[in-house]
């Protein structure tokens, strides 16, 4: 049991830490990947043992190093700094278009750490796991891979948010009604100024990638 540093918490008054989610990431040296299993499966042991109802999510996050892009011959402009040579280590996918036996063994490993319903549950295992590769040069610079995870795998990114907080309302607002006022998600006033701005503040408003939540009309 020890004191933990985490990248995302929600706390309620009342009630303490009710969601988390833990960051990671690598950019090469994949082979060392399942070498991160056991602080992975230690951080969550010993959150869930100190606050067992919250919901705990682990988001991973690897640099998609391909094979093409490691065989290129990059010539770097006068000014700018020497690239580091990816090695066989650092390649995440392969110039077929393959992922690599490593991540895919990674992946095989975090599906065994996902899927916690209820607090009596596998103190060991997280409420979510999501495992993102992000493009790394081109016109996807940035993009997760849309072809790693499966489609059929519970890891992928996009439903990471949408079982997180799938499992938050069934523990602290479903499974709980008395705590309803403490516990009701937020959500955006459709009137609020902020969907509604003047023509002339239109540069200045931020272009969201995310859906807003509004709150329903009654």
Known sequence: MKTKNVDVVVTKNGIGPVLA????GMTGAFRNLTNRMEETIGECTNLH?????????YLFVLRANRQAEAAAAL?????AEPARQLAANDIAVTSGGETVESII????A???LTGRRGIRDDVSRYEAVALGMVEAVGKDAGNVLAGFPPVDSPLRVEDFFQTMYLRYEERFLFGAPDLKSVTTRLEWDPDSPAFHAEPWQEPVRPQLDYEVRTAQST
């Open 21 to 24: 989610v833990s960051c990671k």
């Open 49 to 57: 043992i100190t606050y067992p109802a919250m919901v705990f999510g």
């Open 75 to 79: 010539l770097p402009s006068e000014h």
């Open 105 to 108: 063994r990674f992946h095989s």
């Open 110 to 112: 975090l599906r065994e």
